[in-house]
């Protein structure tokens, strides 16, 4: 690696250990920021950059070491005080904190030698305690840093006696923006290598978008989350001491191929200097007052349909799970997500006591039928392992499930269904022209059959002259209406002619009509209620789920 100078000759010491020879400090953990009102613990370190300079309080810029820790790789890491003195700290604005990358070191001995780049360091420590900590940190890096940079945060210890330290990294590699590597030292030299892996960002993230990278530190674990979503645990190394929260960005050396660029270099010349930037926008840091609790279950293929497991039916590998914090059936930023494994099993593994909706993705060529919407409702305790919350899905020619929701208009009176979540949210933001009534039962979006009973479609007109929709499963029906005003919308469902045997999540579909409009409802009660209310009952027009 290239040493330099900084006013009188030093040495670096590193490793892809990015640490050195400082005080010893605690370690964090990331959290998203989305998920932390779920914890049970005490914050001790909240940061959202609101000022306009760094918070002394709870930060510091390190001061010039001639044994080398404040030298990364190539970069001279800018200290305070200055060479001439001064006070620096890196800039705080628009609720940010931008810790730059500058290609000129105005230190550097010879010239052109190393880059000059920056780093904060957590005025506390912070330990595992009894039940862990977690941290929280949301960043970005800038869309025009060339590969070659190292921007991390992480959580570091200065080595004891023997040359040993402990460190739980996050590291985000602009050579591969698209990836992050985690690693970790537990009581490991500082010159080893550790315990590295590196990892696709989920749901085809990049790192010069704004993500929150998480990192859970329990005493006989280390997770690390994008989002929310789980992309690596370490079980066999886990550090057991005080760390203090660094975060900074350098670049590396040959010696770390992984991340280094050489075409990326450093410039003799104040005029050519390039500044990239990291930019940190939130930080947390929560210690847990309470063990964590666990969510476990199975995904099995419902070989015949029944919506009840039996032996014959085998686990579907590589499935996402996820909790659906908001219980919209979509998968949103901050929620957590696994995947299944080999035998269609899933674990979430140290969540908070809480109640969760736990969400499985329905695969291509499979439908629901336990639970039917695809989703089961848990309620954990603290240090409670919950298992058994499982799901069966039955292959057939569908493509896929499809929720149908529901909106009432009191200027048309009106029930409109829908199975375009765009369409709901939109027509529901008409305040006073439609209330939503939200999912009501589930649909497929294509031909298939199950358990013998093949389904059939689900056609939509609108008939503009009386603002009403009629939906139908009679053909002719759809044919004639449409000589008389009314406008075809095509399929939009399929619904089953008849109850699917042994399938538990099967329900009739009625239909009522009262003068000039329609009304259909899976509730029993609601449809025996309107008969009573100058409604006429038109019977059962299909199963849906």
């Not at 929280?136 to 945060?153: K, L, R």
């Not at 210890?157 to 040993?164: H, L």
């Not at 070989?303 to 686990?315: E, L, R, T």
């Not at 399929?491 to 009509?513: E, H, N």
């Amino acid at each position: 690696m290239r040493s330099g100078k900084l006013l009188r000759p030093f040495f670096a010491v590193l490793s892809k250990s990015h640490r050195r020879l400082v005080k010893a400090t605690p370690i964090f953990v990331a959290e998203p920021l989305e998920r932390r009102r779920l914890l049970s613990g005490v914050v001790l370190l909240q940061d959202n950059f609101s000022g306009s300079a760094l918070n002394s309080a709870n930060w510091y810029v390190p001061a010039f070491d001639p044994a080398g820790s404040t030298y990364l790789g190539g970069t001279q890491l800018q200290v305070s005080p200055t060479a001439t003195g001064q006070t620096w700290a890196p800039p705080v604005s628009g609720g940010q904190l931008q810790l730059p990358l500058d290609t000129y070191n105005p230190t550097a001995n010879p010239p052109g030698n190393s880059f000059f780049g920056s780093e904060v360091i957590s005025n506390q420590t912070f330990s595992v305690g009894t039940y862990g900590l977690v941290v929280s940190v949301t960043a970005q890096v800038e869309s025009n840093d060339p590969g070659g940079i190292v921007c991390a945060p992480f959580l570091y210890s200065a080595p004891n006696s023997s040359g040993k330290h402990n460190e739980i990294d996050t590291e985000l590699l602009t050579k591969n923006s698209n990836q992050v590597e985690t690693n970790v030292f537990a009581t490991q030299p500082v010159g080893g290598t550790g315990e590295p892996t590196t990892v696709t960002l989920p749901n085809g993230g990049n790192i010069t978008q704004t993500h929150t990278y998480q990192i859970t530190w329990l005493p006989n674990a280390v997770q690390w989350s994008v989002d929310g979503q789980v992309i690596n645990t370490e079980t066999n190394a886990v550090p057991s001491g005080p760390m203090s929260l660094y975060i900074n960005t350098w670049v590396p050396t040959s010696d770390w191929p992984a991340a280094y660029n050489a075409s990326l270099q450093s410039t003799g010349n104040a005029s050519n200097n390039q500044v990239y930037n990291f930019d940190i926008s939130a930080v947390t840091v929560t210690q847990l007052s309470a063990p964590m609790a666990s969510l476990a279950g199975t995904l099995y293929s419902d070989s015949n349909d029944s919506g009840v497991w039996n032996s014959a039916d085998p686990g579907i590998n590589d499935v996402m799970v996820y909790l659906d914090a908001n219980n919209d059936g979509n998968l949103d930023a901050g929620e957590i997500s696994v995947n299944t494994d080999a035998n269609g099993n899933y674990l979430f593994s140290n969540v908070p006591a809480g109640t969760y909706t736990v969400r499985a993705v329905v695969p291509g060529g499979y439908v629901p039928t336990s639970p039917a919407s695809g989703a089961t409702g848990v309620t954990v305790a603290t240090g409670q392992a919950s298992t058994g919350n499982n799901f069966l899905d039955a292959p057939t020619g569908h493509a896929t499930a499809e929720a149908v929701y529901r909106l009432y208009s009191p200027v048309t009176l009106e029930h409109l269904y829908s199975t375009d979540p765009n369409e709901y949210n939109t027509l529901e933001s008409y305040v006073g022209t439609w209330n939503g009534e939200g999912e009501v039962f589930s649909e497929y979006s294509g031909a298939g059959t199950v358990g013998g009973v093949a389904d059939e479609p689900y056609y939509r007109l609108y008939n503009p002259s009386v603002l009403q929709h009629l939906w139908t499963t009679d053909f002719n029906e759809y044919t004639v209406l449409a000589t008389e005003g009314w406008n075809q919308e095509g399929i939009v469902g399929y619904v089953f002619p008849a109850a699917v045997p042994g399938m538990v999540s099967c329900t009739p579909l009625y239909r009522m009509m009262a003068p000039a409009i329609h009304l259909w409802t899976t509730s029993l009660n609601e449809y025996d209620t309107l008969q009573t209310e100058a409604w006429t009952r038109e019977g059962v027009i299909g199963y849906v789920l």
